[in-house]
């Protein structure tokens, strides 16, 4: 039996975050596998004392990773962005503490990884409806699927957020 011996593709490296200036201990390691393109998780975080820094990027597939700032303090509050994360690009988002997260599937069969810096605690769970008027992300679907607490979801100004 003959293997070809091909240079590893890293898909996490502490110490480039380090050069980066981010020092960050991730605790857990999820994988998200939406089936259906148009699949929308969020926008979820933790609240405070739970809150969480992530680093997410796709396997497999592709879509729409989103970062929303929820401090209220910050110059920057209810402003969103961006990336395009798929497997082909293997970009990465990095997400600070005090942010929201959402993320919209693009082909059926993604395969995203989050890697958080806190345990999930179902006690400081929490999200904001998609569609929130005052927060005016304009996803590009009019339907996506959604799970039932995403369907649930309060808008921000009705929300207990203590980011």
């Not at 960050?24 to 998200?32: M, Q, S």
């Not at 004392?49 to 989103?66: F, H, V």
């Amino acid at each position: 039996m003959w293997i070809r011996e091909v240079a590893p593709i890293p898909l996490f490296s502490d110490r480039e975050l380090h050069e980066a200036g981010i020092d960050t201990h991730f605790v857990e390691e999820n994988v998200y596998c939406p089936v259906k393109a148009g699949t929308l998780y969020g926008i979820h975080y933790q609240n405070h004392p739970m809150a969480q820094t992530k680093l997410i990027y796709c396997t497999k597939g592709s879509g729409l990773d989103y970062a929303i700032d929820l401090r209220k303090d910050s110059a920057t509050y209810k402003q969103w962005a961006c990336v395009e994360l798929s497997a082909e690009n293997r970009k990465q988002f990095y997400i600070p503490t005090g942010f929201g997260h959402a993320f919209l599937s693009l082909e059926d069969h993604t395969n995203v990884v989050m890697k958080i810096d806190h345990y999930f605690h179902q006690d400081y769970r929490r999200g904001i409806a998609w569609n929130d008027p005052d927060l005016c992300i304009p996803f590009p679907i009019d339907k996506p699927l959604l799970a039932q607490h995403d369907l649930e979801a309060p808008f921000l100004k009705e929300s207990d957020c203590n980011l």
